[in-house]
């Protein structure tokens, strides 16, 4: 039975992408009877999960040891990042082939530093994609709003992109429109679109975290008799607005602009479910697995989520049930004086924020890493 959990989801249209990545899970085995087993389908990384296994662990010593001392500590964590990319890349090799490309991806994501700069955005990832060199690496950029400028261009020269850190409908709106704008712009220019892939990554747990946290000030401040009206609206925001993202995305994908790039061969951007590890150990440790089920979706789980899921989740499709009470709910929200667009605004400055600092820490932990390693040698 701890099988089929996960193949159900699978079979409901639901993509399963692991949100890790380490080297032994890529030479042990232990990655390839994960996708055989667990149905997995994809891999998604950042700096934060890169600066984890890079600390604990001893397995790029070798190849550190072994680089250029020329080499800065950016250009170190590129070249181990790289060696990993490429090498998941060719293990889901399989997927992307079976799926007709519809699947099996992996992300690298450009340096947090450049988020707000479309340029420098574009020249980075340009620059990994050329390096992984492998047809089903995603390059990852910010839904910032000069993010999305760079998907355009990026979506335009025929780079597959995984648009990160979107936590507001608007947001999502803008990046659908520059993936379209992007496959538009390859037609014109007489390019084939149908190679060309991307997925919208869609933010769910911090949602939750930052609206819970606003609702418990007012609960201090309210009158007895509004107290429960404000607690039963805990925990309940970051589905709702994920389900009217998916709303969004079946109306965006059904109009007649889209009709046209479909008959050239174009395929649709997946909504991406991130960041649905549950963060309030009073709520249920799959819900937000539970809750977005749907086809045309990816959810990407840390190791621990997909394990819990396996053991306990519940597969039905939710992803576009109750749609009236996800409007429902998000204006009780707005109307009890917590703002979706603050919420949504302040998530994102401090996303990108969290993962700079990963970032940092990440190139410090490598040159502490290389003057220990010379020490040695």
């Avoid at 620059?127 to 709003?145: A, C, E, I, Y």
């Avoid at 999305?148 to 999502?172: K, Q």
């Avoid at 390859?186 to 609206?211: I, K, L, M, Q, Y």
Wanted: glycine letters at 8%; charged letters at 30%; hydrophobic letters at 40%.
């Amino acid at each position: 039975m701890t099988r089929n959990r996960l193949e159900q989801l699978h079979n409901e249209g639901q993509s399963i992408w692991l949100d890790n990545i380490d080297r032994p899970m890529l030479f042990d085995g232990k990655l390839e009877r994960s996708i055989a087993e667990d149905f997995l389908t994809g891999m998604t990384s950042n700096p934060t999960i890169f600066e984890k296994a890079l600390a604990e662990g001893t397995e790029y010593d070798e190849q550190l040891t072994g680089a250029s001392s020329e080499l800065s500590g950016h250009e170190l964590f590129e070249l181990v990042e790289t060696t990993d990319v490429q090498r998941a890349c060719d293990l889901f090799a399989g997927v992307y082939e079976r799926t007709g490309r519809d699947d099996g991806y992996v992300s690298i994501e450009v340096s947090p530093g450049v988020a707000h700069e479309v340029g420098e955005t574009v020249e980075e990832a340009k620059r990994l994609w050329r390096t992984v060199d492998r047809p089903n690496v995603m390059v990852k950029v910010p839904g910032t709003p000069q993010g999305a400028l760079a998907v355009r261009e990026l979506i335009g020269a025929g780079i597959n992109v995984n648009i990160t850190l979107l936590f507001s409908l608007d947001a999502h709106d803008s990046v659908i429109d520059a993936y379209m704008s992007g496959l538009e712009d390859r037609v014109a220019a007489g390019h084939p679109v149908n190679h060309v892939f991307s997925v919208a990554s869609f933010f769910v747990s911090r949602v939750d975290t930052e609206v819970d946290k606003r609702l418990d000030e007012l609960i201090k401040a309210a009158n007895p008799s509004d107290r429960d009206r404000l607690k039963m609206l805990k925990g309940r925001a970051a589905v709702a607005n994920a389900k009217l993202a998916y709303r969004l995305f079946t109306r965006r994908f059904a109009e007649p602009r889209w009709k046209q790039l479909e008959e050239h061969g174009a395929r649709r951007q997946k909504p991406l479910w991130a960041s649905t590890g549950v963060k309030n150990p009073a709520y249920r440790d799959v819900m937000y697995v539970e809750d977005l089920i749907g086809p045309t979706t990816v959810n990407t789980m840390p190791p621990a989520l997909i394990e819990a899921f396996r053991e306990h989740g519940d597969v039905q499709r939710t992803v576009d049930s109750r749609i009236g009470a996800a409007e429902g709910l998000l204006r009780e929200v707005e109307a009890v004086g917590v703002s979706m667009r603050d919420v949504t605004d302040k998530l994102l400055v401090d996303g990108l924020a969290s993962f700079q600092k990963s970032f940092e820490a990440l190139i410090a932990g490598i040159e502490r890493k290389m003057s220990q390693l010379a020490t040695h040698k």
